[in-house]
């Protein structure tokens, strides 16, 4: 594959159409879109735990799989997938893709580092 230009709308911008450009050979990701540093950072972070609305993704390689990047922009605003906006544009690198399950945030745990403990991942 390589260069893929979304447009979808940017909270932090009045819901302005503003572009995520993803590299899914690289990993890279540039743009003018608000969340663009969040997504790197989720990214170099991979593997991660992401959730949103009660559920949780774990993110193995979300720089090259596109149904793990899909999920990262659904985790960050949910109407990319549930009520999209008729201006946005999704690259053809997502069609047929479908967000892997989430798993129930209650029923995920991490080890907190100070304490060893048990904790919720969200």
């Known amino acids: 594959m390589a260069e893929h230009t979304i447009e979808i709308p940017d ?3 009045g819901d302005e159409l503003r572009r995520i450009v993803w590299n899914d050979e690289t990993g890279e990701v540039s743009g003018d879109h608000s969340d663009v540093r969040s997504i790197l950072s989720t990214i170099e972070a991979a593997p991660v735990e992401r959730g ?5 993704w774990l993110l193995e390689d979300p ?3 596109p149904a793990e990047f899909l999920t990262m922009l659904y985790i960050r605003d949910w109407r990319i ?3 999209p906006d008729p201006r946005a544009t999704l690259p053809t690198v997502f ?3 479908e967000l892997p399950p ?3 945030a209650e029923d ?3 080890e907190d580092p100070e304490t060893g403990e048990p904790v919720l991942a969200v």
């Open 95 to 97: 069609d047929g893709v």
């Open 102 to 104: 989430g798993e129930k």
């Open 11 to 13: 909270i932090a911008a």
């Open 52 to 56: 949103n609305g009660g559920l949780i």
């Open 63 to 65: 720089g090259r799989n």
């Open 81 to 83: 997938l549930d009520r």
């Open 108 to 110: 995920l745990y991490i």
